[in-house]
């Protein structure tokens, strides 16, 4: 058996192989029975698994395991998972499903396939199968979609967002996949930026509070300093993105964060450091850069910091095409982006369109010295690790008992309290003292108005079903006019309009209107902006309606808008932020049976002159500050008493 395996020398930048590459260290093993399978043996520890496995490996298989390749691209050619012993596939965010609609049945149906691929290979390695979960299992028609980090920060509810994690993993396991790309703790500093609805505020404390998420995503975990072990009905998850994204110059995405070291870990990276604490299994690069230099290819934050310094375990994964951006213009040298990621740290990275030109550019990064094979053994070492505590090696298919949770009733009311706890009261009555909220439930006739009422894909947001989101009645749900209908009493005529133009408000005897108006779906880049002004159909629903009607208006986005000159025209205005498929947890409060809970988890702006604008400035004059939020009783009057 002392025959049976690689030994390299390295000499400057040449290695010479004292064995051929790819003879397999398997037949060796096949000619001595009495040889054990250790990492095949699930009562051993996961160290021993691993050290067992990475030493019957080739340099082709380490490399295969370090690839992510979409869905779309494997089944375009089935032969790729088993040609290139691909370790990970995920659903893109703009192709995440088996076909257009699929039910929740249709993804066991595809991953079972593809795992069954993998497990055809010589050592058997399972797929690590990814995807996008950032507020419930969003990719999926018909899951629980929750309200996104913006609205939960507001919360404050450290056991709401356990749950959430719990309920998430739960539709995530049951559709055969075992690894979500969440939670972003990420911290916004400034609204202009596209994701800064996938941060659950400005605030590291809070951010770092709120990573009581992933105890619910992959479970307690279960030995200091290591990532978590994860059981049926858990998933792996993923902090993300590393790190100061949140921070970049005037908000924009894949910007750079000019800040000082010092400034960015008080800031940025503290929240990675709970994550760790609490067992994250993998982390993902921000498409950002840190004073001029990407995070793709800086091995000072992703090695010395967050491997060294934070002692981080699991894996270190690229995002989607992100080392393909090391270059400029994007994808003009593959070979150099491979390196550069790959020296730096990163572990895994998202390849969708190329098995073989990774392969290959790779291994001859290999063979030329300019990528050690100790950074190869400790990327797949680190893979590895991951894949055995997800279970993959013992459970590889799906637990089809599972299925039924997918959008179940009981997970829909843990959405829908989370939206009632989401929901803040920025303004309730005009100068004359009185309270305008709750609203009469047995009022003769009221309107509802505005673009935002009556779709589920507005309430829901980016990263709904699609990476954009996408207006319309995309999934299962209950809109806000649903939820107003269900809610008020049988002999309440309720006017729905989208737009009241032409509609004849004062003569018709409207008690009062609710006007839901707000962001249209977006992520990412495409969501930076500037001006941050609600979109111009909503600002004029608000000036037609509240100059003629008391109105209460419910703004539906995902950071602060400009509002200054038409507070004044409200008379109750509440930030429900992008809720998610539960209508009915806005109609819980806004008609008294709850109180509000929320409490701002950014600062809201007077003008966009004064943006950045964050708590704890030395010039601070926000319209509403940080933490600030109104409640309709001063008793317990409510179902829910007020929060203290």
Same mark, same amino acid.
């Given at each position: 058996?002392?025959?049976?395996?690689?030994?390299?020398?390295?000499?400057?930048?040449?290695?010479?192989?004292?064995?051929?590459?790819?003879?397999?260290?398997?037949?060796?093993?096949?000619?001595?029975? =009495?040889?054990?399978?250790?990492?095949?043996?699930?009562?051993?520890?996961? *160290?021993?698994?691993?050290?067992?496995?990475?030493?019957?490996?080739?340099?082709? *298989?380490?490399?295969?395991?370090?690839?992510?390749?979409? !869905?779309?691209?494997?089944?375009?050619?089935?032969?790729?998972?088993?040609?290139?012993?691909?370790?990970?596939?995920?659903?893109?965010?703009?192709?995440?499903?088996?076909?257009?609609?699929?039910?929740?049945?249709?993804?066991?149906?595809?991953?079972?396939?593809?795992?069954?691929?993998?497990?055809?290979?010589?050592?058997?390695?399972?797929?690590?199968?990814?995807?996008?979960?950032?507020?419930? +299992?969003?990719?999926?028609?018909?899951?629980?979609?929750?309200?996104?980090?913006?609205?939960?920060?507001?919360?404050?509810? @450290?056991?709401?967002?356990?749950?959430?994690?719990?309920?998430?993993?739960?539709?995530?396991?049951?559709?055969?996949?075992?690894?979500?790309?969440?939670?972003?703790?990420?911290?916004?500093?400034?609204?202009?930026?596209?994701?800064?609805?996938?941060?659950?505020?400005?605030?590291?404390? @809070?951010?770092?509070?709120?990573?009581?998420?992933?105890?619910?995503?992959?479970?307690?975990?279960?030995?200091?300093?290591?990532?978590?072990?994860?059981?049926?009905?858990?998933?792996?998850?993923?902090?993300?993105?590393?790190?100061?994204?949140?921070?970049? *110059?005037?908000?924009?995405?894949?910007?750079?964060?000019?800040?000082?070291?010092?400034?960015? !870990?008080?800031?940025?990276?503290?929240?990675?450091?709970?994550?760790?604490?609490?067992?994250? !299994? %993998?982390?993902?690069?921000?498409?950002?850069?840190?004073?001029?230099?990407?995070?793709?290819?800086? +091995?000072?934050?992703?090695?010395?910091?967050?491997?060294?310094? @934070?002692?981080?375990?699991?894996?270190?994964?690229?995002?989607?095409?992100?080392?393909?951006?090391?270059?400029?213009?994007?994808?003009?040298?593959?070979?150099?982006?491979?390196?550069?990621?790959?020296?730096?740290?990163?572990?895994?990275?998202?390849?969708?369109?190329?098995? &073989?030109?990774?392969?290959?550019?790779?291994?001859?990064?290999?063979? =030329?010295?300019?990528?050690?094979?100790?950074?190869?053994?400790?990327?797949?070492?680190?893979?590895?690790?991951?894949?055995?505590?997800?279970?993959?090696?013992? +459970?590889?298919?799906?637990?089809?008992?599972? $299925?039924?949770?997918?959008?179940?009733?009981?997970?829909?009311? $843990?959405?829908?309290?989370?939206?009632?706890?989401?929901?803040?009261? @920025?303004?309730?009555?005009?100068?004359?003292?009185?309270?305008?909220?709750?609203?009469?439930?047995?009022?003769?006739?009221?309107?509802?108005?505005?673009?935002?009422?009556?779709?589920?894909?507005?309430?829901?947001?980016?990263?709904?079903?699609?990476?954009?989101?996408?207006?319309?009645?995309?999934?299962?749900?209950?809109?806000?006019?649903?939820?107003?209908?269900? %809610?008020?009493?049988?002999?309440?005529?309720?006017?729905?309009?989208?737009?009241?133009?032409?509609?004849?408000?004062?003569?018709?005897?409207?008690?009062?209107?609710?006007?839901?108006?707000?962001?249209?779906?977006?992520?990412?880049?495409?969501?930076?902006?500037?001006?941050?002004?609600?979109? &111009?159909?909503?600002?004029?629903?608000?000036?037609?309606?509240?100059?003629?009607?008391?109105?209460?208006?419910?703004?539906?986005?995902?950071?602060?808008?400009?509002?200054?000159? +038409?507070?004044?025209?409200?008379?109750? $205005?509440?930030?429900?932020?992008?809720?998610?498929? &539960?209508?009915?947890?806005?109609?819980?409060?806004?008609?008294?049976?709850?109180?509000?809970?929320?409490?701002?988890?950014?600062?809201?702006?007077?003008?966009? *002159?004064?943006?950045?604008?964050?708590?704890?400035?030395?010039?601070?004059?926000?319209?509403?500050?940080?933490?600030?939020?109104?409640?309709?009783?001063?008793?317990?009057?409510?179902?829910?008493?007020?929060?203290?």
């Amino acid at each position: 058996m002392a025959s049976c395996y690689f030994v390299y020398v390295e000499n400057g930048i040449m290695f010479l192989l004292l064995l051929m590459m790819w003879i397999s260290t398997a037949s060796c093993i096949q000619g001595n029975p =009495s040889a054990r399978f250790f990492y095949r043996d699930a009562s051993l520890p996961v *160290e021993t698994r691993v050290s067992d496995l990475l030493s019957r490996m080739t340099l082709r *298989e380490k490399i295969g395991q370090m690839i992510q390749f979409t !869905n779309t691209k494997a089944t375009s050619n089935p032969s790729l998972i088993a040609d290139y012993g691909i370790g990970s596939l995920l659903s893109g965010g703009n192709n995440p499903a088996p076909k257009p609609f699929a039910s929740p049945k249709d993804w066991p149906d595809m991953v079972d396939v593809f795992q069954n691929q993998a497990l055809q290979t010589r050592l058997a390695i399972p797929l690590l199968y990814g995807i996008d979960a950032v507020h419930g +299992h969003n990719s999926v028609f018909g899951a629980t979609i929750f309200p996104h980090n913006i609205g939960l920060g507001c919360t404050r509810d @450290l056991y709401l967002v356990r749950r959430i994690g719990e309920v998430t993993a739960l539709e995530v396991q049951a559709t055969g996949i075992p690894y979500v790309f969440s939670p972003a703790v990420s911290v916004c500093r400034h609204p202009s930026w596209g994701r800064c609805y996938e941060s659950f505020g400005e605030d590291p404390e @809070l951010v770092k509070s709120m990573t009581e998420i992933i105890s619910g995503l992959q479970g307690v975990q279960s030995k200091p300093g290591y990532p978590s072990t994860v059981f049926l009905g858990k998933v792996i998850a993923t902090a993300k993105h590393f790190v100061g994204d949140g921070g970049t *110059e005037g908000g924009m995405d894949k910007g750079d964060t000019l800040s000082s070291f010092q400034i960015l !870990n008080r800031i940025h990276i503290q929240p990675f450091k709970e994550a760790i604490s609490k067992g994250i !299994n %993998t982390v993902m690069v921000s498409y950002s850069s840190w004073q001029g230099k990407k995070l793709h290819a800086n +091995h000072f934050l992703l090695s010395k910091v967050l491997k060294k310094q @934070l002692n981080f375990k699991g894996f270190v994964i690229s995002d989607f095409r992100g080392i393909d951006m090391l270059t400029d213009p994007p994808d003009s040298d593959f070979t150099y982006s491979i390196m550069a990621a790959i020296n730096a740290g990163i572990d895994m990275v998202m390849q969708p369109w190329s098995a &073989e030109g990774f392969v290959g550019n790779l291994t001859e990064l290999v063979l =030329s010295g300019q990528v050690s094979v100790g950074r190869i053994n400790d990327a797949v070492r680190r893979i590895l690790g991951v894949k055995f505590r997800s279970g993959v090696f013992e +459970h590889p298919f799906t637990a089809r008992s599972l $299925l039924d949770v997918v959008g179940a009733k009981a997970h829909r009311d $843990l959405a829908r309290e989370a939206v009632r706890k989401s929901l803040v009261l @920025l303004k309730n009555g005009k100068l004359d003292g009185k309270s305008f909220l709750p609203l009469d439930k047995s009022a003769g006739k009221i309107l509802v108005a505005g673009s935002h009422a009556d779709d589920l894909g507005n309430q829901c947001g980016g990263w709904t079903l699609t990476r954009q989101g996408s207006s319309g009645n995309i999934t299962i749900g209950t809109t806000v006019l649903s939820a107003i209908r269900k %809610t008020v009493s049988a002999a309440t005529e309720v006017v729905y309009t989208r737009s009241v133009r032409g509609l004849q408000l004062l003569k018709e005897e409207f008690e009062y209107a609710i006007v839901v108006v707000g962001e249209f779906p977006y992520s990412q880049t495409e969501g930076d902006n500037r001006n941050l002004t609600i979109p &111009e159909e909503g600002l004029q629903v608000i000036d037609d309606v509240c100059r003629s009607i008391n109105c209460l208006v419910i703004l539906i986005s995902g950071r602060p808008l400009v509002l200054t000159r +038409h507070l004044p025209l409200m008379d109750a $205005l509440v930030a429900a932020w992008l809720p998610g498929t &539960e209508g009915e947890g806005i109609t819980d409060v806004i008609f008294g049976d709850y109180d509000f809970e929320g409490r701002l988890s950014r600062t809201w702006f007077n003008s966009i *002159e004064q943006l950045p604008m964050n708590y704890g400035d030395a010039v601070y004059d926000p319209l509403f500050p940080y933490d600030f939020g109104l409640r309709m009783y001063s008793d317990s009057s409510a179902k829910v008493p007020p929060s203290k």
